[in-house]
């Protein structure tokens, strides 16, 4: 249930309304808006005492029911939308975010060059990955603990903000000091006690849809980290397992048209793991910026074709300036139409 307070509504008001919620056994979440203050109540309105009764408060404008099954990241809860700030970094409400970066980092030199030459084009959010999930056994996992030195050491060197993928809850303590945000890959999307425990390191999070989720368990999972105490979340569309070969995945540009709609949090485009190959990164991130998108998560590499995973789709670092260029229009128009 989502209780609407009266414009004129005091602090005291939001007080003594939140403590009723709690004695209806809910848990009260206090948004402020520009013209309203909403109170969201997370709870079973199932075993829980219905609350209805609120309505007839003086300072309560309307009681209303949630019918999807989130709650804290729809727009119902949160009618503008959320910007995150990463280290000064500003993701949604108009603010398009480029967040790249190699699959996976392999050398300290392979890593160091590709941040190098992404700041000098304007990147400041790097897609470090010292943790990667194979489907098989015998592909290449990361350098795991000594990926996270040499993260450390580029990022104090450069001055960047390092995303990095979590793949269960002992590596949210082992990067806690050296990342700025915490990724969920596709694999791990509907991971519960992951996405619990991550929520608790209090860090924003990139959450990648699953390979086969729906818009709604996409979002639904988004509503664990929000419950859990998270509230720096972002959405991250990377396509959908398909029987078409011709693309890697199927990139779902409806799904992000819905997001945008249905939820206040940013929502993010990986045109690379879509893609599958080199040619199409571009077109597929201008198609999710006309969609929506309030950033793009791109694969860059100093040599691509030498890369350890994924060496089809990554983008040569040395010439990121240059796609970003090729980018310039369309990201403008977001900003313009946000």
Same mark, same amino acid.
């Given at each position: 249930?989502?209780?609407?307070?009266?414009?004129?509504?005091?602090?005291?008001d939001?007080?003594s309304?939140?403590?009723?919620v709690?004695?209806?056994?809910?848990?009260?979440?206090v948004?402020?808006?520009?013209?309203?203050?909403?109170?969201?109540?997370?709870?079973d309105?199932?075993s829980?005492r219905?609350?209805?009764?609120?309505?007839?408060?003086?300072?309560?404008?309307?009681?209303?029911?949630?019918?999807?099954?989130?709650?804290?990241?729809s727009?119902?809860?949160?009618?503008?939308?959320?910007?995150?700030?990463?280290?000064? @970094?500003p &993701?949604? /409400?108009? #603010?398009?975010?480029?967040?790249?970066?190699?699959? %996976?980092?392999?050398?300290a030199?392979?890593? =160091?060059?590709a941040?190098?030459?992404?700041?000098?084009?304007?990147?400041?959010l790097?897609?470090?990955?010292?943790?990667?999930?194979?489907?098989s056994?015998?592909?290449?996992?990361?350098?795991k603990?000594?990926a996270?030195?040499?993260?450390?050491?580029?990022?104090?060197e450069?001055?960047?903000?390092m995303? @990095?993928? &979590?793949? /269960?809850? #002992?590596?949210?303590?082992?990067?806690?000091?050296? %990342?700025?945000?915490l990724?969920?890959?596709a =694999?791990?999307?509907?991971?519960y006690?992951?996405?619990?425990?991550?929520?608790?390191?209090?860090?924003?999070?990139?959450l990648?849809r699953?390979?086969a989720?729906?818009?709604?368990?996409?979002?639904?999972?988004?509503?664990?980290?929000?419950?859990?105490?998270?509230?720096?979340?972002?959405?991250?569309?990377?396509?959908?397992?398909?029987?078409d070969?011709?693309?890697?995945?199927?990139?779902d540009?409806?799904?992000?048209?819905?997001?945008?709609?249905e939820?206040?949090?940013?929502?993010?485009?990986?045109?690379?793991?879509?893609?599958?190959?080199?040619?199409l990164?571009?077109?597929l991130?201008k198609?999710?910026?006309?969609?929506?998108?309030?950033?793009?998560?791109?694969?860059?590499?100093?040599n691509?074709?030498?890369?350890?995973?994924?060496a089809?789709?990554?983008?040569?670092?040395?010439?990121f300036?240059?796609?970003?260029?090729?980018?310039?229009?369309?990201?403008?128009?977001?900003r313009?139409?946000?």
């Open positions: 249930m989502i209780i609407v307070l009266k414009t004129h509504a005091t602090d005291a939001i007080q309304v939140s403590e009723l709690r004695t209806l056994r809910y848990q009260p979440r948004i402020r808006g520009v013209e309203r203050t909403v109170v969201a109540c997370i709870g309105e199932l829980n219905s609350l209805e009764v609120l309505g007839n408060l003086p300072i309560v404008e309307s009681v209303m029911p949630v019918q999807q099954r989130y709650k804290l990241v727009r119902e809860y949160h009618p503008d939308d959320t910007v995150i700030t990463v280290n000064g @970094t &993701i949604g /409400g108009g #603010a398009i975010a480029i967040i790249a970066g190699p699959c %996976a980092i392999e050398t030199d392979q890593f =160091r060059s941040v190098r030459d992404l700041k000098a084009a304007g990147v400041t790097i897609r470090a990955m010292a943790f990667k999930p194979r489907t056994p015998y592909d290449f996992q990361g350098l603990a000594d996270i030195s040499i993260m450390r050491d580029v990022k104090a450069f001055g960047v903000s995303v @990095t993928e &979590i793949l /269960g809850p #002992a590596q949210v303590e082992m990067v806690h000091d050296t %990342a700025d945000v990724q969920i890959g =694999r791990n999307a509907q991971n006690d992951l996405l619990e425990s991550v929520a608790q390191a209090r860090k924003p999070v990139l990648k699953g390979m989720s729906t818009v709604e368990e996409w979002l639904a999972a988004a509503e664990y980290l929000l419950v859990n105490g998270c509230s720096n979340v972002m959405l991250c569309e990377r396509g959908l397992r398909s029987f070969k011709s693309v890697r995945n199927l990139l540009l409806g799904g992000v048209a819905v997001a945008k709609q939820t206040h949090l940013p929502v993010l485009v990986d045109p690379s793991h879509a893609a599958g190959k080199r040619s990164v571009l077109p991130a198609a999710a910026l006309g969609a929506g998108a309030d950033g793009l998560v791109i694969e860059a590499h100093p691509p074709n030498e890369a350890y995973s994924d089809a789709q990554q983008l040569p670092s040395a010439t300036k240059q796609t970003l260029d090729e980018l310039a229009p369309w990201i403008a128009l977001a313009a139409s946000r």
